[in-house]
């Protein structure tokens, strides 16, 4: 793996988990959980987030859906995750905490979804089949990735260095996604980049850093309406699949 359970929660630790952040994150891809509902072949009741972890995406969902939730991360610490289901009002839930390449179950789930999860592995090819194994039939997967590349990869090299190492970039293009599909008899219902160009960082800058964060942001903030409305691998801030099972 790329990170461990320690770079997690440094990462989440001033994360706000109150009911109306995590909608206001979690409802910027309402459009993608519709998707990801119409696609399944049948009506679905259970939900499975893989690298769950603070559990905002999943209760929300679940939530959204009245969907029974599952939350998988190999992180220990469970606290967040129950506040994220807590605040979105889901009592009954599972957390499961184990490494997502070991851990096996012949439990199955109607959705599954991963959010900025593959990447951060080696073998990510495992961790996507993983996916699959655990998917009912007639059920539907959505997994969202950063995209890293291009333009992002080079931004990163220079502002933000060590959060692009944390990242696996060789998964982050399409075929990664057809040949899941392929490779796991799954239909692609959806695939495409997505988002504006993303100059956040991860880290203090010098003044030079400074100066090209700045005129990163300026540029992007303009520019945004183009990028997102002609997304690609040179500058979208992530890529988005969704499959189901026959």
Same mark, same amino acid.
């Given at each position: 793996? @790329?990170?461990?359970? !320690?770079?997690?929660? !440094? ?6 988990? +109150? ?9 910027? $891809? ?16 259970? *939900?499975?987030? %893989?690298?769950? @972890? ?27 995750? =129950? ?11 599972? *957390? ?10 012949? !439990? ?6 991963? %959010? ?11 961790? /996507?089949? !993983?996916?699959?194994?655990?998917? =009912? ?7 969202? *990735?950063?995209?890293?590349? &291009?333009?992002?990869? /080079? ?16 998964? %982050? ?5 057809? +040949? ?6 799954? #239909? %692609?219902?959806?695939?495409? $980049? ?18 090209? $964060? ?7 903030? #303009?520019?945004?309406?183009? *990028? ?12 988005? &699949?969704?499959?189901?099972? =026959?």
């Amino acid at each position: 793996m @790329y990170t461990d359970k !320690k770079y997690w929660q !440094k990462y989440y630790q001033n994360t706000n988990l +109150d009911k109306k952040q995590i909608i206001a994150i979690c409802s910027k $891809y309402d459009k993608y959980w519709d998707m990801l509902f119409r696609v399944c072949k049948h009506k679905p009741k259970t *939900i499975l987030e %893989m690298g769950a @972890y603070p559990g905002r995406f999943i209760a929300y969902v679940a939530s959204k859906y009245s969907l029974k939730p599952a939350a998988l991360d190999f992180n220990p610490d469970r606290k967040k995750i =129950e506040k994220s289901f807590k605040e979105m009002g889901i009592n009954q839930y599972e *957390i499961i905490t184990d490494n997502i390449i070991s851990y096996t179950t012949e !439990k199955k789930y109607d959705l599954i979804i991963s %959010m900025g999860f593959i990447e951060h592995f080696e073998d990510y090819v495992a961790v /996507l089949n !993983k996916h699959a194994t655990m998917l =009912e039939k007639g059920g539907a997967i959505l997994i969202i *990735i950063p995209n890293k590349r &291009g333009f992002r990869k /080079l931004y990163g090299l220079i502002c933000d260095r060590k959060n692009l190492d944390a990242h696996n970039l060789k998964c %982050m293009n399409k075929k990664t996604f057809h +040949d899941f599909s392929f490779n796991n008899k799954l #239909k %692609m219902d959806y695939l495409q $980049y997505f988002g504006g160009f993303q100059y956040s960082v991860h880290q203090k800058l010098n003044k030079l850093q400074l100066c090209i $964060y700045y005129l990163v942001r300026f540029a992007s903030i #303009k520019l945004k309406p183009y *990028i997102e409305k002609h997304p690609s691998w040179l500058y979208s801030s992530g890529i988005i &699949g969704i499959f189901s099972k =026959e």
